[in-house]
Structures are given as structure tokens and as C-alpha cells.
T-cell receptor, first 118, second 115 residues
Framework: DADVTQTPRNRITKTGKRIMLECSQT?????MYWYRQDPGLGLRLIYY???????NKGEISDGYSVSRQAQAKFSLSLESAIPNQTALYFC?????????????????FGPGTRLTVL | QKEVEQDPGPLSVPEGAIVSLNCTYS??????FMWYRQYSRKGPELLMY????GNKEDGRFTAQVDKSSKYISLFIRDSQPSDSATYLC???????????????FGQGTILTVHP
């Protein structure tokens, strides 16, 4: 079974609709992230959370909100979807001590959700 | 100007070729340099990382960092069709432990290795 799962895998919606993307992980990691990926722009951080009570904005949080329901679950919401939110969305987790204190904070990504807003 | 620049390609090479993928960056605080590989319809996965300057080899893959030029490279020897993927460089100023090592990604290079 996949360690990081995302639902749905594909979603087509209309402008103005509320959308929720869900992420679950079985890795036991405290840190979770939401990114979006656009052609030519790479991965950009939307929100991140270091534990259930800790939520932080990333570089492109406008138009998005998140909820950390449990250590293993982190949801991303688009309150009123717009066409320029059409993108590939990834959830990721990390354990900052996995590679030791002298390694990077390796992130583990889910398979992604392809969202299209018409 | 983006903090990390990566040529998006696409890059198409024959099987067995040596592939060179590159990124430049502007933030001199970056200390950790990573390469992620992303197969079609999958999430990125860490391929290898380097701390500070120097080279690191892992099988057919070699990562190089030149901090004086703010330039990093990933070389793939004897490339295989199974290497076809998008390769993203990523960088952070801080490592693991209690600090948060925010990752800054390049745009990704699409690589196709044809038989």
C-alpha cells in the first residue's frame, strides 16, 4: 500500500465551487505539506504543518485553506475555485531526523491530484 | 528572477548516452542540493542529495555542486529508457533536525531516453 495517498486523483469542477483535496499518510511523519505544480513553474508550496496544532502559510496560500485533522491527515480546500487554480496538487510528508541532523529534510510525495477548474 | 533556474527541456537522448541536467541558483545560503525524479502520473521522489560543494556518486548517477558558480549538475551514465522522467532540482539552506529546511524547486527537466 502507498505510504502517502491522495483523493481524488482527478477532479473537474466549475468556477465558484468549493473543493476539498485529501491526504493521508501511514509513514508516521509529523510534517505535512501541500504543493501545486504548474508547467514551467515547478513545485510551489501552498501550506505546511509540523503537527496538528501548527499550520503555516507557504508562498502561494491565497485562495486556499487547510485542515490538519490528525497526525495522518491533511486536507486542502479551495473555497471558491477559479480557473487559474487548475494544476497538479501534491501532498508530501517528512521526518526531519530521517537522514540525520546533517541531511536534508527529505520529503515524500503522494501521487498527486489533477484538478481542472472550468 | 527565480531563486532556482532549470532548463525545462524537453531533452531526448538515445539509450546509452550520457545525460547532463543542470540548475543555477542565486541564494548563497543554500547548503543542501537535491535531485528528485518524477515519473509520469507519480509524485516526485528523492534520487540523491549533496551537502555543500563536491561530487557524490550513486551507481550510474553523479551529482556535482559548484558553490562558487552557484551551479549544480546531475549526470546519468549509460542512460536507460527507464530513466525517462522529469528531474527536479531542489535546494534548502537548512538541513533536518528541529529546523525547517524549506525546499526551493527548479522547474524540472523532462527527459526521454529512447531505445
Amino acid at each position: 500500500d502507498a505510504d502517502v495517498t491522495q483523493t481524488p486523483r482527478n477532479r473537474i469542477t466549475k468556477t465558484g465551487k468549493r473543493i476539498m483535496l485529501e491526504c493521508s499518510q501511514t509513514k508516521g511523519h509529523d510534517r505535512m505539506y501541500w504543493y501545486r505544480q504548474d508547467p514551467g513553474l515547478g513545485l510551489r508550496l501552498i501550506y505546511y504543518s509540523f503537527d496538528v496544532k501548527d499550520i503555516n502559510k507557504g508562498e502561494i496560500s491565497d485562495g486556499y485553506s487547510v485542515s490538519r485533522q490528525a497526525q495522518a491527515k491533511f486536507s486542502l480546500s479551495l473555497e471558491s475555485a477559479i480557473p487559474n487554480q487548475t494544476a497538479l496538487y501534491f501532498c508530501a510528508t517528512s521526518d526531519p531526523f530521517y537522514t540525520g541532523q546533517h541531511g536534508p529534510d527529505t520529503q515524500y510525495f503522494g501521487p498527486g491530484t489533477r484538478l481542472t477548474v472550468l | 528572477q527565480k531563486e532556482v533556474e532549470q532548463d525545462p527541456g524537453p531533452l531526448s537522448v538515445p539509450e546509452g548516452a550520457i545525460v547532463s541536467l543542470n540548475c543555477t541558483y542565486s541564494n548563497s545560503a543554500f547548503q543542501y542540493f537535491m535531485w528528485y525524479r518524477q515519473y509520469s502520473r507519480k509524485g516526485p521522489e528523492l534520487l540523491m542529495y549533496t551537502y555543500s560543494s563536491g561530487n557524490k556518486e550513486d551507481g550510474r548517477f553523479t551529482a556535482q555542486v559548484d558553490k562558487s558558480s552557484k551551479y549544480i549538475s546531475l549526470f546519468i551514465r549509460d542512460s536507460q529508457p527507464s530513466d525517462s522522467a522529469t528531474y527536479l532540482c531542489a535546494m534548502s539552506a537548512v538541513g533536518g533536525g528541529t529546523s525547517y529546511g524549506k525546499l526551493t524547486f527548479g522547474q524540472g527537466t523532462i527527459l526521454t531516453v529512447h531505445p
